[in-house]
């Protein structure tokens, strides 16, 4: 099933403050948005806390480590927030990081053999896309590996999100451009698809952050000046 982002109803759009570089993952608790970002001409990396009505940052920390300063995708899990830190290059490096997600602390951190863009967490697994998602890795939470699959269904995942025991990934690409994907996690399959068009600025609305929490879906596509929008999903 396959519906417009179009034919959803606009709650609300917040604009950032202040410049947040280029903006990558977010995720939403409560009153608080977490944003990823990256600065490419200084080679660094930050993890933002923001508040949610007012899209004011609140605490901003460096998640950089020498030529890994790409984060990605995120999400909260508990008392934490699960980071990748990617060299800026296909088929690199990157530290998956654990950290407090109300200090921003670093708690722990495990390294992986390629460029992880994107995490979900829940259940104790870490889910992990790499350059474009073109597969799809799962690791334990100490960094134990899984499995690695390819991904079938043509969308270049940027944030993928665990909710209601279904990966939903958002990206470019595929049959229809952009999209929101709700897909079962043993087969891969897309089950349900949000199909996605661009901002007034003629960024697709799927380029990069995406999550849900409570009906709502969060999209922060572009970068400065960076505006959240949220749509409530039927």
């Not at 600065?39 to 993890?47: I, K, N, P, S």
């Not at 609140?58 to 990605?72: N, S, W």
């Not at 999400?75 to 998956?96: C, F, H, I, K, M």
């Not at 199909?195 to 999550?211: A, L, Q």
Request: charged share 20%; proline share 6%; glycine share 12%.
């Amino acid at each position: 099933m396959s519906i417009l982002l179009a034919t959803l109803t606009l709650l609300g759009v917040t604009l950032l403050e202040p410049p947040s570089h280029h903006v990558q993952g977010i995720d939403v608790e409560g009153a608080i948005l977490w944003v990823t970002s990256v600065d490419r001409a200084t080679r660094a990396g930050f993890l933002g806390r923001y508040d949610l009505t007012t899209g004011r940052r609140l605490a901003q920390v460096p998640v950089h480590d020498g030529e890994r300063f790409h984060p990605g995708g995120i999400q909260v899990d508990g008392a934490y927030l699960w980071v990748p830190v990617a060299e800026y290059r296909r088929a690199s490096s990157t530290w998956v990081q654990k950290r407090d997600k109300v200090t921003l602390a670093l708690v722990a951190q495990f390294e992986v053999a390629d460029h992880i863009g994107c995490l979900a967490v829940a259940g104790g697994v870490i889910w992990g896309g790499n350059w474009d998602s073109t597969h799809l890795y799962r690791w334990q939470l100490d960094g134990t590996p899984i499995d690695k699959r390819e991904n079938p269904t043509g969308t270049r995942y940027q944030d993928i999100k665990i909710a209601d025991g279904h990966l939903v990934a958002s990206g470019l690409g595929g049959p229809d451009k952009g999209a929101i994907d709700w897909v079962d996690p043993s087969t891969l399959k897309v089950l349900r698809r949000v199909v996605t068009g661009t901002t007034d600025r003629g960024v697709p609305f799927t380029n990069e952050g995406m999550t849900l929490r409570g009906g709502v879906l969060y999209l922060l596509p572009e970068d400065d000046p960076s505006r959240l929008f949220r749509y409530q999903l039927p």
